[in-house]
């Protein structure tokens, strides 16, 4: 079983997305079930409406799976695991208040060395226990030995106990706190593989910590994902920056099919530089993804976004401009030199059915060439047009380009007009 496991207090980021995408492909490949868990135990950064955010833009990835669960409905279940902690000594009950926690940091700090719990309130007696009605956490006890595991893409790590500590567990509110709750949520739906970003590689000794002390035998495998960079400053991508945010992509017009192309791409020697999802799984190595951050870069994601277009349908790519004719869609590709996302293609075409209002230079040409044309026959080519209106208006070659160039497409620059007019030429009425 794998698990895509993402938080309700923000938008989808494109390092979300890369972790669904390879838990997908994973699961895909060793014929296993995906389940989505939306982690959303952390109540006050939860943001409403963002859980089915999430599912919709997974849908729109094709990126299917069993069922949702929300990790909030398995709080009791949490807490359950937690009592058998503390009945079987595996776990105890701290009454350590946070300003004399945060006390014995500071002290670290000024000693220079890393905190650790130091054990207090671990050794009281249930009879303290029983008499103190302070509030209290539940700590989990550090373990005796050190904790190894082997991440299939980083290879081996080896964790001391003072590395993992006694940690918390069920907070004062008694909820659990992130490890814990996905140690059990991990162990309960019988997860095979974890896939996540390096920044998680040490919450992963806590983990397997929670679960050996729970006796839980089954091994789970790791994949900690490199970071993704910006190309252009070479830092850390910021996931709350609105160019790594997938809906914001999504809005700028790019393809699912080809952000999923690229995330694919980042870290691996795949055998094609344009794919799409399903092709992936044929060839897709885990254990062949770079171990070296990757640098996320938005020309290439539109080179790439340019490739998918350029193979659509001219139907579909007209439907998605908000057309149904298969000429908008062609029309559209003449102009994949110069643009390369749906919101710039729709540019384009908004351009050619534009008012327009005037052309500096050319004023009284453009008086003229719109009266003849609102007056013209209908023409299937574009030179039959063209001697018309030379006849109908007495203007040169030289004075009609610009003018007439700027009246059918709203521009003066961009693909030769006998290319645009076959596609066009239905809708002069509109356009003029």
Request: charged share 30%; hydrophobic share 35%; with cysteine.
């Amino acid at each position: 079983m794998f698990r895509f496991a993402p938080s309700p207090t923000g938008d989808m980021h494109i390092g979300n997305l890369r972790i669904a995408i390879y838990n997908y492909i994973m699961s895909k490949q060793l014929n296993e079930k995906l389940i989505i868990r939306i982690e959303d135990t952390d109540k006050e950064k939860n943001i409403e409406g963002k859980d089915k955010e999430i599912l919709e833009l997974l849908s729109l990835f094709a990126i299917d799976y069993e069922y949702v669960i929300h990790q909030s409905d398995n709080v009791k279940t949490h807490q359950k695991m937690a009592m058998k902690l503390l009945m079987n000594k595996k776990a105890f009950s701290c009454f350590c208040s946070e300003d004399w926690l945060n006390k014995q940091k500071e002290q670290a700090i000024t000693d220079k060395k890393p905190f650790t719990y130091d054990g207090h309130c671990e050794s009281l007696s249930d009879d303290v226990i029983l008499n103190t009605e302070a509030p209290f956490t539940v700590r989990i006890k550090k373990p005796l030995n050190n904790i190894s595991f082997t991440d299939l893409v980083r290879g081996n790590f080896d964790y001391k106990p003072l590395d993992i500590d006694s940690f918390v567990i069920l907070e004062q509110d008694k909820n659990p706190t992130y490890d814990y709750a996905c140690a059990v949520d991990d162990m309960v739906y019988d997860i095979s593989t974890v896939i996540r970003d390096e920044n998680y590689i040490s919450n992963t000794p806590k983990q397997i910590q929670i679960r050996n002390s729970l006796g839980y035998e089954k091994e789970i495998n790791y994949v900690h994902l490199p970071s993704i960079l910006n190309a252009q400053t070479g830092k850390k991508m910021s996931m709350s920056s609105d160019d790594s945010s997938i809906q914001w992509l999504i809005n700028e017009g790019f393809l699912p099919v080809a952000i999923v192309n690229y995330l694919v791409l980042l870290g691996n020697n795949a055998p094609k530089e344009i794919f799409t999802l399903e092709e992936s799984i044929e060839w897709f190595d885990i254990k062949k993804v770079s171990k070296n951050a990757v640098e996320f870069d938005m020309d290439k994601l539109r080179f790439i976004n340019r490739e998918h277009l350029k193979t659509i349908d001219e139907l579909r790519l007209s439907k998605i401009l908000g057309f149904a004719d298969t000429d908008i869609g062609e029309l559209a590709k003449l102009y994949l030199e110069e643009s390369s996302t749906i919101k710039e293609l729709k540019t384009k075409i908004n351009l050619i059915f534009s008012k327009k209002e005037s052309l500096a230079g050319f004023e009284e040409e453009l008086d003229k060439l719109r009266l003849c044309l609102k007056s013209a026959p209908y023409f299937d080519d574009i030179n039959q047009l063209n001697k018309h209106i030379v006849n109908e208006t007495n203007l040169t070659a030289k004075s009609l380009s610009k003018p007439l160039r700027y009246i059918l497409t709203g521009t003066v620059e961009g693909p030769a007009l006998n290319e645009i007019y076959p596609f066009i030429k239905n809708y002069l009425g509109e356009i003029i």
